[in-house]
Nanobody, 126 residues
Framework: QVQLVESGGGLVQAGGSLRLSCAQSGRTFAIYTMAWFRQAPGKEREFVAA????????VYADSVKGRFTISRDNAKNTVYLQMNSLKPEDTAVYYC???????????????????WGKGTQVTVSS
């Protein structure tokens, strides 16, 4: 059984920073793509960022490019999302996910991901 547990969310003022973490337990997927998605109230879940297992292939949503950075520590089975210059529109529940298809490049589609965490709330005040 795979478990993904997100942490690091909270309340921050606009312009501030947060770092989210997502730790794997159970079966480990060090060779698979990991990603972050988010869902704001009343909106669909949207892609934020993804990284392949080496960390050399990363993709970002246009809305977060230049502000967010995804990284991973395979020895710790953990993926991170450093969020800088936060805006009120970044307010959402943030989820991490794993794509167990090792032959697929990092995808922006939620359907490509097999396992999901329960999410962590990020609230950015104006």
């Amino acid at each position: 059984q795979v478990q993904l547990v997100e942490s690091g969310g909270g309340l921050v003022q606009a312009g501030g920073s947060l770092r989210l973490s997502c730790a794997q337990s159970g079966r480990t997927f060090a060779i698979y793509t990991m990603a972050w998605f988010r869902q704001a109230p009343g909106k669909e879940r949207e892609f934020v960022a993804a990284t392949n297992w080496r960390g050399g292939n990363t993709v970002y949503a246009d809305s977060v490019k230049g502000r967010f950075t995804i990284s991973r520590d395979n020895a710790k089975n953990t993926v991170y999302l450093q969020m800088n210059s936060l805006k009120p529109e970044d307010t959402a529940v943030y989820y991490c996910a794993i794509d167990t298809n090792q032959w697929r490049a990092p995808s922006k589609e939620s359907g490509a991901y097999d396992y999901w965490g329960k999410g962590t709330q990020v609230t950015v005040s104006s």
